[in-house]
């Protein structure tokens, strides 16, 4: 999917995960937000970690969590950024856990989700 898609025509569970990584994003200041949800339906929110000795994008923070929370599989994944998509290292993070058809939805500050890739 390629167009532009309202937080409103979004399944619930989507919709939450996308305005946690919306919020995630505006309350740390951050280039990104990230939150992912499990097998369960917990959900786990992170925030672009840049730190002199660590760097790592809010999706892998957000798979980090779920992996030392002892999620075993991820149902969907939301990334909130102002840039294009998704780096490939994401994609495979996500796709080490959840397997190669899980979705990312890649929305805008906004929250408009711009566009919806598969880790695979």
Same mark, same amino acid.
């Given at each position: 999917?390629?167009?532009?898609?309202?937080?409103? !025509? %979004?399944? =619930?569970?989507?919709?939450?995960? &996308?305005?946690?990584?919306?919020?995630?994003?505006?309350?740390n200041? @951050?280039?990104?937000? +990230?939150?992912?949800?499990d097998?369960?339906?917990?959900?786990? /929110? #992170?925030?672009? &970690?840049?730190? =002199?000795?660590?760097? *790592? !994008?809010? %999706?892998?923070?957000? &798979?980090?969590?779920? &992996?030392?929370?002892?999620?075993?599989? %991820?149902? #969907?994944?939301? @990334?909130?950024?102002?840039?294009?998509? $998704?780096?490939?290292?994401?994609? #495979? #993070?996500?796709?080490? *856990?959840?397997? +190669?058809?899980?979705?990312?939805? $890649?929305?805008?500050?906004?929250?408009? /989700?711009r566009?919806? $890739? @598969? +880790?695979?």
């Amino acid at each position: 999917m390629t167009d532009t898609t309202s937080l409103g !025509s %979004l399944g =619930p569970e989507d919709r939450k995960i &996308v305005t946690l990584a919306r919020s995630a994003r505006a309350r740390n200041g @951050v280039p990104e937000g +990230a939150a992912v949800r499990d097998e369960t339906g917990r959900t786990y /929110v #992170a925030a672009t &970690v840049e730190l =002199p000795s660590l760097k *790592l !994008s809010a %999706l892998r923070t957000a &798979v980090a969590m779920a &992996v030392a929370s002892g999620a075993e599989s %991820l149902e #969907a994944a939301a @990334v909130v950024t102002g840039g294009e998509g $998704v780096a490939e290292e994401d994609l #495979a #993070a996500v796709r080490d *856990l959840g397997g +190669a058809g899980t979705p990312v939805l $890649v929305a805008g500050p906004d929250g408009t /989700v711009r566009d919806t $890739v @598969v +880790a695979g």
